[in-house]
T-cell receptor
Framework: GENVEQHPSTLSVQEGDSAVIKCTYS??????FPWYKQELGKRPQLIID?????GEKKDQRIAVTLNKTAKHFSLHITETQPEDSAVYFCAASTDYGQNFVFGPGTRLSVLP | NAGVTQTPKFRVLKTGQSMTLLCAQD?????MYWYRQDPGMGLRLIHYSVGEGTTAKGEVPDGYNVSRLKKQNFLLGLESAAPSQTSVYFC???????????FGPGTRLTVL
């Protein structure tokens, strides 16, 4: 089955700097890759997603890149702000988005 | 709209007891999911459903059963609870497998 690895497990950046989180997946049939943000004690919320027919997607300060050949995708956050502090999860899905496998998460801390 | 709701919010069980967790959504979503979240392990898919009357196994289905008799409800059952099932359980729903999953607030279950 699919296996998703995520690095780093923790990341601290200064406010205004950029943050990059990388995920690798094992199943070449995976074709949908969402990223979720979870603040402490709250439910996960989607921040951006990408399908396998696209190499890059951007939404304001957030971008995701996908390298299907290498089977990895990355989350890029620019101009980080304290409210970006949270745990970020990547996920990979096959079978028309039926079966989701999440990475273990990255705890991002943005220091003022 | 209430979005996705979960009942109960907290529960403590003794080993061997049974219980049912209820997830309800009012967004007319076809897809519904049950996840468990354990520290350092991200979200793991237990079971999912792609429509009323359908269910399928996810990554960690053992010890759980589900039913989707009505489109808006997805029930997760534990027939004989074990301490290893102590976790936070999240329900989610989405319009299709390639759309945002909306998560419920979670149920914190402790099995003694």
């Amino acid at each position: 089955g699919e296996n998703v690895e995520q690095h780093p497990s923790t990341l601290s950046v200064q406010e205004g700097d950029s943050a990059v989180i990388k995920c690798t997946y094992s199943d070449s049939a995976s074709n949908y890759f969402p990223w979720y943000k979870q603040e402490l004690g709250k439910r996960p919320q989607l921040i951006i997603d990408i399908r396998s027919n696209v190499g890059e997607k951007k939404d304001q300060r957030i971008a995701v890149t996908l390298n299907k050949t290498a089977k990895h995708f990355s989350l890029h956050i620019t101009e980080t702000q304290p409210e970006d502090s949270a745990v970020y999860f990547c996920a990979a899905s096959t079978d028309y988005g039926q079966n989701f496998v999440f990475g273990p998460g990255t705890r991002l801390s943005v220091l003022p | 709209n209430a979005g996705v709701t979960q009942t109960p919010k907290f529960r403590v069980l003794k080993t061997g007891q049974s219980m049912t967790l209820l997830c309800a959504q009012d967004m007319n979503h076809e897809y519904m999911y049950w996840y468990r979240q354990d520290p350092g392990m991200g979200l793991r898919l237990i079971h999912y459903s792609v429509g009323e009357g359908t269910t399928a196994k996810g990554e960690v289905p053992d010890g759980y059963n589900v039913s989707r008799l009505k489109k808006q409800n997805f029930l997760l059952g534990l027939e004989s609870a074990a301490p290893s099932q102590t976790s936070v359980y999240f329900c989610a729903s989405s319009y299709t497998g390639y759309n945002e999953q909306f998560f419920g607030p979670g149920t914190r279950l402790t099995v003694l």
